[in-house]
């Protein structure tokens, strides 16, 4: 198995510009779940799906950010318009749902950076 | 609802030091908790837990133990190694089957 698998790994963007971060779960895992990675905040969790249906969205920090799941193998992360301060690693992590962490797996992650 | 608190870092040691990583959680009910390890470039990977009190998770040398009366998970290993260098992240799993995450904590080894 590939693992979870994000693209691209590192974004270099200007301030104003949209942001797209992919992410394509395991086989078979149902639940999709978007973390930011900051020094100062550390993981947070934006938001997570369940069988392609976001489950809650509490984390996700304003209006320019959104996330979709069109089917089970695609999730997209977007940042409209980008600004320096959403500068972070995201990671996109799955599992099969009704799992716990022990079955969570995360991607490498995409660094972003919003000059 | 759920919190995890962890020791703040960095935390350097020298190779062969005993390693304790402190971690407390808040919680309604019993959650089970985790630690997770991530190396440079990479995700976050499962290292131990344990899912109710007084279990003991290990791995890779690596222990904790749920600890209800203290609510603690603290993290320990006896004797490090410069390949232990990574950041370490305490987590507490709730019934909706969300993770609480916590800080992390940077850990660097040195020979």
């Known amino acids: 198995d590939a693992g979870v698998i994000q693209s691209p790994r590192h974004e270099v963007t200007e301030m104003g510009q949209e942001v797209t971060l992919r992410c394509k779960p395991i086989?078979?895992?149902?639940?999709l779940f978007w973390y930011r990675q900051t020094m100062m905040r550390g993981l947070e969790l934006l938001i997570y799906f369940n069988n392609n249906v976001p489950i809650d969205d509490s984390g996700m920090p304003e209006d320019r950010f959104s996330a979709k799941m069109p089917n089970a193998s695609f999730s997209t992360l977007k940042i409209q318009p980008s600004e320096p301060r959403d500068s972070a690693v995201y990671f996109c992590?799955?599992?099969?749902?009704?799992?716990?962490?022990?079955?969570?797996?995360f991607g490498s992650g995409t660094q972003l950076s919003v000059l | 609802g759920n919190s995890v608190t962890q020791m703040e870092g960095p935390v350097t040691l020298s190779e062969e030091a005993f390693l304790t990583i402190n971690c407390t959680y808040t919680?309604?009910?019993?959650?089970?908790l985790f630690w997770y390890v991530q190396y440079p470039g990479e995700g976050l990977q499962l290292l131990l837990k344990?899912?109710?009190?007084?279990d003991k998770g290990s791995n890779k040398g690596f222990e904790a133990t749920y600890r209800k009366e203290t609510t603690s998970f603290h993290l320990e290993k006896g004797s490090v190694q410069v390949s232990d260098s990574a950041v370490y992240f305490c987590?507490?799993?709730?019934?909706?089957?969300?993770?609480?995450f916590g800080d992390g904590t940077t850990l660097t080894v040195k020979p």
């Open positions: 086989s078979g895992h149902n639940s």
């Open positions: 992590a799955s599992r099969p749902a009704g799992t716990g962490p022990e079955k969570l797996f």
């Open positions: 344990a899912t109710k009190a007084d």
């Open positions: 919680a309604t009910g019993y959650p089970s």
């Open positions: 987590a507490s799993n709730t019934n909706a089957g969300k993770s609480t």
